[in-house]
């Protein structure tokens, strides 16, 4: 946190989702209407001075394009890849996603450039946030959300609170190992959940299948072909799909066990593609979970699509504003 | 929860720490000083209401012996198996371990003998209560205790606060998985660590060696015997709980990664043996996590033994009763 609480009316609020790719940004008003948004490129090549620069011109540009009030703004709220403090609103260590950014004081950063206090938290925190605030997580204070992406992220409401562990890192779901022997991670661990159901993963996943049927394999396949090729009704795309589902599955089991969740939130790029591994991870955790965990629980997929990074980081701001 | 706030003074407490085999019980002032304590078989053969019966009158009985004005007692901490609802004070679902006493209403059993407030929660939560209060994890509010005996049992403080989730049944963790694939366990999953490094399990492995080795197996092994076998030197008893190390490593890395933790307990039974396993655990967690999540963690091991649960049912009843 940077610049203290906020004094103006809340009404609206700067959002900021940082992507790896791309950086969404637009102003937010407190029931959850987008009152503008943009897309840039984060390009994160250069300084990240460089890129506050270019969010905070942009974020005025929206303000003057619809007529908004500089006034009316509250404060800022920026989701991002971890590891982060969120308590000092730096970006301690954004890998793999932000190397050369390491250290940079990002609420720091964008309060100077934007006159109001700025909040940071995790980009999967922020997703949690989103869904319990306008998605499909209304009225649940036990809430996990899982991102699927290039990588596997999670956020985690426990007892109504973003879980955020001792030095901001809780959460980082997409590292629970379902096979200790498994393929080696970038974390250090082997058998990572992200292996085997990240956008990567299903889309190498396909591209074996492919080649064991003796099919031509395209060497650039995405997770996006995968799905495409399912609607298309191709088997070997379905088969991938499912079989992510069991992975994802028997990790949701182990998630269920230790936060004893009512709602497993599945977001993400991946989400789209749920119909095909959706009812997979269901059965998966009703055969792998003491039925007392299982009461009340509900697996469904987020509803918000692109636009929960930036809905959540527009719901940090206005939290952290009222000091909640 | 039954009865409500206490009003009279809370000096000192009833606690309760009930086990498959043994009830243990005491008289615990607010320093952590246990005035009086005592351990009866549990039989949970017979109904809970004989049960409750005789643990209230040995708790009176410890108040007479030793010279307690009961007037003194601000409340009762019960410490359990679970599956249980702590807002309902009800063991709802207590297998294995007492499978008879299903749904039975312990709180307000208990608050009716005694004639104070009856505080429940499971008894791995009290262990990371009691750790916390006058154990390892003093000073820390992010903390996981491993209760390692006939199960393996989780306890969770989350920035200062125990995590139950929706239905009090948070911190299983003893059915995290480390093996998708892996045996079956009585929760429905395969591979949850429990199967690899409870008292039972230990001792299975050891037996095995025994016999892969030609050496003589005793029909009767216990996690205790393997451990005085290491004692005495055995190198295939140290083995053994090399090999436990290594799978609770593994474990631990991914629950270093689901709660961010800056304590990580390991008590119970198999505490005792801890110095056979500990330095493993320690080196796979430090191999198999991202370096922000190590940065500050320590994993330690109990120093409470056998009043572990006995103080963890106390401060539940000091917490409750002061209303945090």
Chains 1, 2 share one sequence.
């Not at 080696?184 to 990567?200: N, P, T």
């Amino acid at each position: 946190m940077s610049g203290g609480r906020t004094d103006s009316g809340s009404g609206l609020v700067w959002a900021i989702d940082l992507g790896g790719t791309n950086t969404k940004l637009g102003i937010v008003a407190a029931g959850g209407e987008v009152i503008g948004e943009e897309s840039l490129p984060t390009r994160s090549e250069r300084s990240a001075e460089s890129w506050a620069d270019e969010v905070a011109a942009a974020l005025r540009a929206i303000g003057e394009r619809e007529g908004v009030d500089e006034r009316s703004i509250g404060a800022v709220g920026i989701g991002s890849p971890g590891p982060l403090s969120v308590k000092e609103g730096v970006l301690t260590n954004p890998l793999p996603n932000l190397p050369k950014w390491r250290g940079f004081p990002i609420c720091a950063a964008l309060s100077e450039r934007l006159g109001k206090p700025a909040f940071l938290d995790n980009d999967a925190n922020a997703a949690a946030l989103s869904e319990q605030w306008l998605g499909v997580a209304q009225g649940s204070d036990n809430v996990v959300v899982l991102t699927l992406g290039t990588g596997i992220g999670g956020g985690v409401i426990a007892e109504g609170r973003l879980l955020h562990g001792f030095s901001d890192n809780a959460g980082e779901l997409g590292h629970i190992s379902i096979d200790h022997d498994g393929p080696q991670c970038a974390c250090g661990s082997r058998g990572c959940i992200e292996l085997y159901a990240s956008a990567g993963a299903t889309a190498e996943r396909y591209r074996r299948k492919l080649i064991e049927a003796g099919r031509e394999a395209e060497t650039e396949i995405t997770a996006e072909g995968v799905f495409e090729a399912a609607e298309a009704g191709d088997d070997l795309a379905k088969a991938t799909f499912a079989e992510v589902g069991q992975y994802l599955g028997a990790a949701v089991g182990g998630i269920v066990h230790a936060f004893n969740p009512e709602m497993v939130v599945v977001a993400g790029g991946m989400a789209e593609a749920a119909p095909y591994f959706l009812e997979t991870i269901r059965s998966v955790v009703k055969e792998r979970t003491f039925p007392d965990l299982q009461a009340g629980l509900r697996i469904e997929v987020s509803p918000l699509g692109d636009r929960m990074g930036l809905l959540g980081a527009a719901r940090l701001a206005f939290m952290a504003a009222d000091g909640e």
